[in-house]
């Protein structure tokens, strides 16, 4: 949001007695619901990176092919693409303005919807071929 | 309003809200800076488990070259500063939920805090490490 320059009004007294924009809370409480389910999740993903860091190819397709570990990754990406999309977009709104931003934000959108979906796909080809 | 000698054109030199700058150097002040720093980290190493999961999904050859990536100098690198950075910004979740719950927020606890935050992340980071060399 930019201000008028040829406005005598202090930016200030614009939005006085506005209150808030009311959206504020539902993303910081998104990010808090995706971090506790991320506790859990990360402590799974990183076990089940250790139990596929001696298989080879055989064995880590095997492995991911079980319902289990399948499972684990596809919560673990869909929570954390989420995450990240929210998380990078609040270090977004603040350190970059004007038009830029709107091209970071879109940006960020894209790269963590990209990210997950290539993941889930991964995931889901190896379950199912 | 006392005049000043300012022209009306210049704009008006209020005081900026303390930044950076002019604080003193704090433990909490720097894990907060370094959770947004392992996050954006995290964002970007997320591409190696992407690598990895399609190069297991497509076939033996590019599951090899993602091998060979890993199990390089870089590659083991790369993956330890993502394990810690990963443990790092979970333990810094713990804490600003122990923050959101009311605790810890009081001088001699969040020292502790941050410190057990610092630390727990780099034990955590060893111990899988170490557990991912010894156990086959």
């Known amino acids: 949001m930019v201000g008028n320059d040829n406005s005598l009004r202090t930016p200030l007294s614009r939005v006085r007695f506005l209150g808030s924009a009311r959206l504020g809370a539902e993303e910081n409480w998104m990010i808090r619901v995706s971090s506790a389910a991320l506790i859990p999740l990360t402590i799974a993903f990183v076990w089940l990176l250790l139990t596929l860091l001696h298989k080879d190819y055989n064995g880590v397709r095997s492995e991911l092919g079980e319902p289990l570990p399948a499972i684990v990754l596809l919560l673990f990406v869909v929570v954390g693409a989420y995450h990240m999309q929210v998380g990078m977009r609040s270090v977004i709104l603040d350190y970059i303005q004007g038009q830029a931003r709107e091209w970071a934000l879109m940006a960020n959108s894209f790269f963590a919807a990209a990210l997950g979906l290539a993941c889930l796909y991964a995931v889901l080809r190896i379950s199912f071929t | ?136």
């Not at chain 2, 100098?73 to 500063?81: D, E, Q, T």
């Open chain 2, 1 to 136: 309003m006392a005049a000043t000698n300012s022209t009306p054109t210049q704009p008006a030199q209020r005081p900026l809200s303390p930044h950076l700058g002019i604080y003193r150097f704090t433990l909490t002040m720097a894990m907060s800076i370094v959770h947004r720093i392992t996050g954006v980290g995290l964002y970007v190493g997320v591409l190696l488990l992407a690598w990895f999961l399609i190069a297991a999904s497509m076939d033996a050859s590019a599951f090899a070259t993602f091998s060979w990536f890993i199990q390089s100098i870089i590659g083991r690198i790369v993956l330890f500063g993502f394990t810690w950075a990963l443990f790092h910004h979970m333990l810094g979740g713990v804490r600003h939920f122990l923050w959101d719950a009311g605790y810890g927020l009081d001088d001699p606890e969040r020292e502790q805090l941050a410190q057990a935050t610092l630390i727990g992340g780099l034990v955590l980071t060893i111990v899988v490490w170490i557990v991912g060399y010894i156990v086959r």
